[in-house]
């Protein structure tokens, strides 16, 4: 208790800093560059604040470090711009936001889904930073516990906690998810140092970015998809009601058990540092099982929006934690700001809490400032967003190619990487035409890389057993929450079964 | 100069520039547009926290009249990296730091590439290594954890680092032969991940580099056994109680014959002037002088050797043949 009462005291403190003018002007600035890095697919946030790390120099440690975790949060929310309004995640979190804030906009619900994905956003970094405020040192230990078989564990629970939940059969989601595997594996092994399934071509040594291959997969071939259906996007037809944040707001807190749910999934991958990706995957996957609405899920059910982007955002805020208290970037952006502390002479570590207070309670206390300040710029930006989709298609269409092109280069400034984009597109269009999902493929890209060298870091330190995965309490607990995820279709179908055989057919 | 921008107008410039590369070399070269800063490794690493420095310094004290942008090209191991400044023949406007995987990336994978095929500019600073353990293990010196791994049966200790048939388990099979003793190896992503699972307790012993691990060290998570290096080193500020860098004892002197430096080195792409290579060669000498890098120095604990021409070449040749005959040793050259 003391401890807490402690840092309420030194929070106080913290908001003394970020409360100064020319630090709000930095949050706003921050949060709207944030947005357009975020909205422009490829840039990213790590880039963004990577590209900006120079001009904070001459600024004090504190102003800095608000100005780039603001841009951070921007770049957070802007993600789900493009992900609602043309099917295109910007980041990888973001995929999940559009499995049902797509076809949300599509059937002329656009701003419904963009309040819920911003608001959400908001309620998962804000429940991460309470935390990050009453326990953070005790989270840093925690964090700790989590050799390669936890991390392991908790990659197979979002994988299980994601097979079975698409409409499609699941043989098909099963052939979907090896497509991805394979593709995960091309590149350099880590664990062997050799090279995979590159046939002496050097494009290929960095093996497939996940980013080129969900710009292709999702944007070019939901445009392909656009075209065949004629030149049309449906969701032409929306209202631009500028009230439409109020009447968002006043349905969703119909859905606070799926943000809870979705902040504490978030928050125990962000520390762990599993990241904001599985957080985002896994929490739409449980609110789909455990909804009453789950059926509709990926037609444009609102909690469909809520639950992932809740989720990516506990993660993301939650992520900086690891980094400040044990000196381990939970995402990228975590990596380039963790560059910047290392100039401003800040070494993170166990001793950034003792011998820089000031600067780190300054930070939580901008988180705070910042999420509210970047709440109400984005959110008086969702008319205009929303209103985009009234443009002619055969105006957009060619806009979304050159952006979707232009991302593509920027991960990694290679044009190959453009010509791989389409060849994604195609592949993209050619599933979605014959009923293979394309989430669990995009999981298995993201994740597979972790989880396979997780699972081999595992069992070479086991000598080759896998009773590893049962050794403590941590790692028994989780793995026997992913087993329990993976059969529960079939235990879904057995109760179905029973309830359904009483009745005539 | 002047005589170019007055015009402004884009092919007359373009025609400008080309009479103006025509032009003896009577003013140094500089750079004209922004030059691309290749990290051959991904965001966090040592490399990259080295270049994102430098350009921190270089922007701060305007060392340079355009803007130097850091990319990472991690892919293979650095390979990418690599093979994207070798096919930029001639290019002035793009550098690359090195680790050690300048060497061992092409044995390793047999990626076709090699140092020769870059020019050097100049070796900047040496990475130290260092023996770490968890501060809650009952080792105090080299001596008595060298002794633990020689009593238990091979494979009972497990050595973090970072990647595979790199640097860090080049390491450790030196010192499995030093000690008679396997050890299981476990390659993780970055320095920093593998700093952390030795602070909790999932390895027994890494050989982080100085900086990876330095906070740690001062939160009194882990401890320093020794240095693979030939003399101790000379930093004495305090990091934890009365211990300071000077307290650590190089490995030979605990028994253990290992010693391995890393090269924290500039090159450019082929074929370029020497002009070139000069105008990085002062740029560096400069960037030497500012504070932010003497601190970067202390923080890393890192040998400041300073290397540039012929001293330079020489001294990668003779690494080059180390690092052959290391990873021979080993097993690891690609196709055995």
Known sequence: MNMIAENFTLLYHGFGIASDPFNILLMAIGILLGVIIGVLPGLGGANGVAILLPLTFSMSPTSAIILLTCIYWGALFGGAITSVLFNIPGEPWSVATTFDGHPMARSGRAGEALTAAFTSSFVGAFFAIVMITLIAPLVAQFALQFGPAEKFAV??????????????????????????????????????????????????????????????????????????????????????????????????????????????????????????????????????????????FGNGEIEGVVAPETAAHAAGTAAMLPMLALGVPGSPTAAVLLGGLLIWGLQPGPMLFVEQGEFVWGLIASMYLGNIVGLILVLTTVPLFASILRIPFSIIAPVILVICAIGAYTVNNNVFDVLMMMVFGVLGYLLKKTNYPLAPLVLAIVLGDSAEEAFRQSLLGSGGSLSVFWSNGLVSSIMGLGVIAAIWPLIGMALNKLKASPQPA | ??????????????????????????????????????????????????????????????????????????????????????????????????????????????????????????????????????????????????????????????????????????????????????????????????????????????????????????GDKLRPLCVFDSKPLPYTDKILGDLSWSSVPTC?????????????????????????????????????????????????????????????????????????????????????
């Open chain 1, 155 to 296: 990659y197979f629970l979002a994988f299980a906690s994601f097979v079975g939940m698409s409409k499609e059969p699941p043989a098909k989601t099963v052939v979907s998810m090896m497509i991805g595997f394979a593709l995960a594996a091309v590149g350099l092994d880590m664990v062997t140092g050799q090279l995979r399934l590159t046939f002496g071509v050097t494009e290929l040594l960095n093996g497939f970015d996940f980013l080129i291959a969900v710009i292709g997969l999702f944007g070019i071939g939901e445009i392909l998809l656009t075209m065949e259906e004629g030149l049309e996007f449906r969701g032409k037809a929306a209202k631009i009601d500028p009230k439409v944040v109020w009447k968002t707001w006043k349905t969703l807190p119909r859905y606070w058990m799926t943000s809870l749910r979705s902040c504490i999934i978030g928050c125990w991958m962000g520390i762990t540092p599993a990241g904001a990706t599985p957080a985002s995957f896994m929490a739409y996957g449980i609110a789909k099982r455990v909804s009453k609405n789950g059926k509709n």
């Open chain 2, 1 to 218: 100069m002047k005589y170019v921008s007055t015009f402004g107008l884009g092919a007359l410039t373009a025609l400008g520039m080309t009479a103006m590369s025509m032009l003896p070399a009577s003013a140094a070269w500089e750079p004209t547009k922004p030059v691309e800063f290749i990290v051959p490794a991904g965001t966090g690493g040592g490399a990259d926290q080295m270049a994102r420095t430098l350009q921190g310094i270089i922007a701060k004290h305007n060392l340079m009249s355009t803007q130097l942008v850091v990319i990472n090209k991690s892919g293979g191991a650095g390979g990418e990296g690599f093979l994207d400044v070798k096919s930029n023949k001639g290019n002035p406007h793009k550098i690359v730091i090195t680790l050690s995987n300048l060497f061992t990336t092409p044995l390793a994978t047999g990626i076709p590439f090699n140092w020769k095929d870059l020019t050097p500019v100049a070796m900047l600073a040496l990475d130290e290594f260092v023996l770490w353990v968890n501060a809650q293990e009952p080792y105090k010196t080299a001596q008595e954890y060298e002794a633990a791994i020689k009593a238990a049966p091979d494979n009972t200790f497990k050595m973090g680092g970072t990647g595979s048939k790199q640097e860090d388990q080049i390491i450790t099979v030196a010192v499995e032969k030093a000690l008679g003793k396997k050890m299981t190896y476990i390659p993780y992503k970055g320095g920093g991940e593998v700093a952390v699972q030795l602070v909790g307790g999932h390895i027994n012993s890494s050989v982080n580099n100085p900086i990876e691990a330095v906070s740690q060290w001062r």
């Open chain 2, 252 to 336: 030979k002197s605990a028994g253990l014959d290992v010693e391995y430096l890393m090269l924290r080195g500039i090159f450019m792409p082929p074929g370029v002037s020497e002009e070139q290579v000069a105008y990085f060669v002062e740029l560096f000498k400069k960037v030497r002088e500012t504070p932010e890098w003497k601190q970067l120095m202390k923080d890393g604990a890192f040998n400041q050797t300073f290397m540039s021409g012929d001293e330079f070449k020489a001294w990668l040749d003779q690494s080059e043949a180390t690092h052959k005959g290391l990873m021979q040793e080993a097993g690891f050259i690609a196709g055995n």
